[in-house]
Structures are given as C-alpha cells and as structure tokens.
C-alpha cells in the first residue's frame, strides 16, 4: 500500500498537498487536535473548576431566586362607588367590614364591596432590584345551596393599580382594566353527595388565577383596588365568596446582584473569545465551512445573553425587559438547538450532502419555526402587558413534549455519529502505528466532547421544564443549600462555559503553521494560489481531522 493510500488519500489530493504545503497547513486541525494531552486535561479541570463555582455561588451565596408574600384583602365599603383610591391601613385607611356575615355587611350590595391590598406590608417598601412582581388570586368560596359554582363559569373583575413613593403624596394611577379569568374549583366530596344543607359553610378548593405581572418594580409603594361588578349576567354562578388572597411574586435582590455580577464577568469573556475565534478563521486560506459559521453564531447568540442591560433598567422603569430576556432566551435556545443538530449531522459518514444548510432544512427549519411560534406568543402576550398588566393567556403544555420529541431525536443522532466513528476505527490498522495513535486519540477527545455535548442538551432540557418549579432548600450543618438558585446558576455558567469550550477547541490551530510557512514563504510567492473553487473540489477541508475522516465531499 502507498503512503497516500494509508493516509486515506487519493492520488490527485496527495499531489495537490505534495505542490501546495501553504494550503495544508491553513487546514492543519483545530486546538482540540493539536493541544497536548497535558494541556487538554488542565484546560478540562479548569472548566469544572468553573462549573462548580458557579453551582457553589447559587448554593451558598445567593437567596432564593423569588419570594412569594400572602396578602389577604381588605373589604373596603364604597357607598358612592366613586374612584377614589381605598387604603386598608394607615391614616387614611378606608371603612371597612371585617366579615359578610355582619350585620352590616348584610345592609350592602355586592357593588359597594371594593376589595383593597396594599404591597408591600407595613414598614417595607419595594426595590428595583425585584425586577419584576407577579399577582396570582385565590378567593376563598363557600358552598351555598342557593349559591353554587356553575360548570366553566367566568369570574369578571375591576382592577386598578396605583403607585407612590412616599408615604405621604398622593396616588398615581398607573394601570386600569376589567379582566376575565375561568373560575375552576372542586370540592372535598363528590358532587353528587356535597349538595346538601349539611355541608354549607365548607370551603371550596380553588385552583390559584394569574392576575398580573409588572416588567419593573420601579417604584416602592402600590395599591390594588379590586371589584367584582355584579349585574344580570356578571359574576353570577360563582359561588358566595368570603376572602380574597393575592399572592405577591418578585424576585429576590440578593439573587438579582448575583445574576448581574455573573452576567457581568461572562459578558466580555464571551465576547473576547468570539471575536478572537473568527479572527483566527479569517487567516485561513478557505473560506469558513457550515460548521464554523453556525460556532460563530453560538458564540453571538451567548454574547446577546450575557449582557447586562439589568445595570440601566435600575435607574430607568423598562417595563420592556421581560419581553427583552424572553427574546434574548429564544435566540440562545434556537441557535444551540441548530448547532447541535449541524454538529452531529457534518460528522455522519452517510451525509451526503455536507457544508449545506439546506441539507438539514427540516430539522433547522422545525427548530426555527417551533421558537418562532413561541416567541411570537411570548411577544404578543408580554407586549399587551406593556399597556395592561392584567392581560394573561395560558400556556400550552405543547412546549415541553417538543423539547422532549428534540432531545430524543438528538440522542439518535449522537448514536449514530459514534456508529460512523466505530466503522473508521475499524481502518485505521492500515495506517501506520504513529498516525494510528495520533487518530485514536482525536477520535477519543471527539467522542468525550459529544458526551458533554449531549449532557449539556439533557440539562438544557431539563432546566427549560423545570424552569417553573417550586423553590426548595437543603440544611447542610450551619449552611443553607439554596438548591433552585444553585440550578440556576449552574445552569447558565454550564451555558458560558460550554459555548467557550466549543470557541476554544473548534478554532484553527496555528501550532508550528508560523515557522513551517516562514521556511516556504520564498517558494510560496512563485506559486500561483488556486481558485476558491478548486480548493474546494480538492480534498475534504473542514475545521478538524474527524470532520474530514467521517464524511464526503459535499460535491460528490
């Protein structure tokens, strides 16, 4: 067998490397090929460095990401049904009726009842740092025999938000808004058996209602009034309701500073290593291949994430940033999702189209219209918000089997990459031992990359369900494991600290390229360089050794 036959080579692409040294080198390999063993395993150790470090500041340092605060309303009697603003405490607190089973409660009409909350308690006020604030009802409904819950029945409310920042000016008016929510509650027995006399006076079991969301807490005082308009065809059927619980939503500022100071330290360092990674593929000789773009674009996708724009929003009301991270967070799910897909699809030894974006138009295109849809439901939603608060549609469990349909999918594809990777290992004794060694050990370091690879997708899956999961804490001696903010920032550091890996380790290695090109530069400018299209046809160029030793040519 010739030499050029053991390297896997024809004829022509041994002569053309042979007359061409200049070209060859340009496509030596990447870094995760040429760094030594020594310095790949240092450079590892150093990035679970990092990964535990940013688990640790979420367990350790940081507070939970959100505090929920129960605040019971208070019913304010309102004879004159006027628009004035009804404190439940304080000095200028409102009249008020402890319990519609008073004597005078039973003088009144639905109408005169306006239900008041003020956030936050007494002696707090609110801060930028929140971010955001939710509000989610639970009425409390007892059962009457000549009151009951009708089937899908809609509860109607009038919703008014005010704001102040001071205990003692004035209110300020900031949003106002007649909401409709489903009213679904059930009660302890069946059906057939709780409509009976015996059990009037039990409470119903009501399931939580979404009422509000606020994009920025930039103001330290605000006060709900609410009222449940009775008439002829409003709010009938919904049962005789007792109390009124609004359940205050914000996060934390304590997990604010550390989410900002992580962003913070990522933000340049992603930004640096992106840059740098296309300047190094813009000194090679070829133009980029498919898979070096769609890095870049992973790099400019995680460099759009880590900005912290949360730094102004402190000194400004951005009601708009909710609407600006859901966007943010679309950008970084659709192009991992497409780079993974890309990634596993350029090193099948059965594609037959390679260097193509239109050869995985149909996962591509799945992935892009799937985060379309649902960023323009985002979008549309928290855009209404914008302008009304109270406006709220309800999510769709579609999301989450599409994530699960994607991770499965991704797994067979990873299956069937280590397939081809084993079929090649079963050539490589025809080469000689160096060249045989050197091929294991790139293929073991690719097949380890693909391993974090599909660990990283599992967890991505994983935090992007779970991202609405209850708080939770672990007691660990005198420590207090905070166990759903050391998700969180584990999360977004394995994010960071992947996407640099993969910047890293994909970019053009220029070990021994800068003497070996100065001993033939005097040659080399004799040489005429070849058209873009013969570099091309001749020889499989891409970013890495099993890039090329897995698949075809995207012109055969």
């Known amino acids: 067998m010739s030499f050029s036959g053991a390297l896997g080579l024809s004829e022509q692409h041994f002569l053309f490397i042979f007359f061409y040294p200049k070209y060859f080198l340009q496509m030596a390999g990447a870094i995760i090929e040429k ?13 679970l460095l990092f990964q535990i470090f940013s ?78 604030m939710l509000a989610v009802l639970q009425f409390d409904i007892a059962f009457k025999m000549i009151n009951q819950i009708e089937d899908d029945v ?31 509650c059930t009660f302890a027995v069946s059906k057939c058996f709780f409509q009976t006399y015996e059990n009037e006076g039990r409470f119903y079991h009501c399931d939580p209602i979404p009422f509000m969301e606020l994009g920025s807490v930039a103001h330290k005082y605000f006060l709900m009034n609410l009222r449940l308009p009775v008439n002829d065809t409003m709010n009938v059927g919904i049962g005789e309701i007792k109390d009124i619980h609004v359940v205050g939503i914000h996060q934390n500022g304590g997990f604010t500073k ?18 740098w990674y296309w300047y190094r593929i813009r000194l090679l000789a070829r133009p980029p291949v498919l898979l070096e773009k769609v890095i870049f674009a992973l790099g400019l996708s995680m460099a759009f994430l880590d900005m912290p724009v949360e730094w102004l929003s402190m000194g400004f009301e951005w009601t708009w940033m909710l609407l600006f991270e859901d966007a943010q967070q679309c950008a ?37 219209f799937g985060s379309s849809v649902l960023l323009i439901f985002d979008l549309s939603e928290r855009g209404v918000r914008l302008s009304n608060p109270f406006y709220s549609v309800w999510a769709s469990e579609s999301r989450r089997i ?43 370091r690719f097949k380890f990359l693909m391993l974090a690879t599909l660990t990283c997708a599992a967890l991505t899956i994983i935090f992007f369900i779970l991202n609405q999961v209850s708080e939770g804490h672990w007691h660990w001696g005198d420590y207090t494991l905070q166990v759903h903010s050391a998700f ?17 380790l994909y970019a053009p290695s220029h070990k021994h390229n800068r003497k070996k090109l100065g001993d033939t530069q005097h ?34």
């Open 488 to 504: 969180l920032t584990g999360i977004y550091g394995m994010w960071n600290l992947y996407v640099f890996t993969i910047i890293f």
């Open 35 to 47: 760094m030594s063993t020594k310095k790949l395993v240092l450079f590892v150790f150093f990035i």
């Open 55 to 132: 688990i640790l500041v979420g367990a350790l340092i940081s507070p939970s990401p959100t505090t929920a605060i129960s605040y019971l309303a208070t019913k304010c009697i309102n004879f004159h049904r006027t628009r004035a603003w009804l404190m439940p405490w304080g000095s200028n607190r409102c009249q008020q009726v402890h319990s519609f089973d008073d004597p005078l409660a039973k003088t009144l009409n639905a109408n005169d009842i306006v239900f008041a909350v003020h956030v936050p308690l007494p002696n707090t006020e609110m801060s930028p740092w929140f971010q955001y």
């Open 258 to 275: 550390v989410w900002i100071s992580m962003k913070t330290v990522f933000s340049p360092w992603i930004s640096v290593a992106t840059v």
């Open 154 to 184: 809609v509860i109607t409310i009038d919703a008014r938000l005010a704001y102040r920042d001071d205990m003692t000016s004035e209110w300020t008016t900031k949003f106002h808004s007649v909401e409709q929510r489903p009213l679904r």
């Open 332 to 368: 970084l799910y659709s192009v991992l999702f497409c780079f993974w897909i890309i990634f596993c699809g350029e090193h099948l030894m059965d594609q037959r189209q390679r260097n193509l974006l239109s050869a995985y138009w149909w996962q591509v295109g799945l992935v892009v």
């Open 402 to 444: 599409s994530v699960c349909l994607y991770f499965f999918s991704l797994c067979r594809m990873v299956h069937c990459v280590f397939r081809t990777i084993s079929g090649k290992l079963q050539q490589l004794p025809t080469m000689p031992e160096t060249r045989r060694l050197r091929y294991k050990g790139i293929i073991f």
């Open 523 to 556: 040659t080399d400018m004799t040489d005429k360089p070849e058209s873009q299209e013969t570099q091309l046809t001749c020889g499989e160029q891409g970013p890495t050794e099993v890039y090329r030793i897995t698949g075809k040519v995207a012109e055969e």
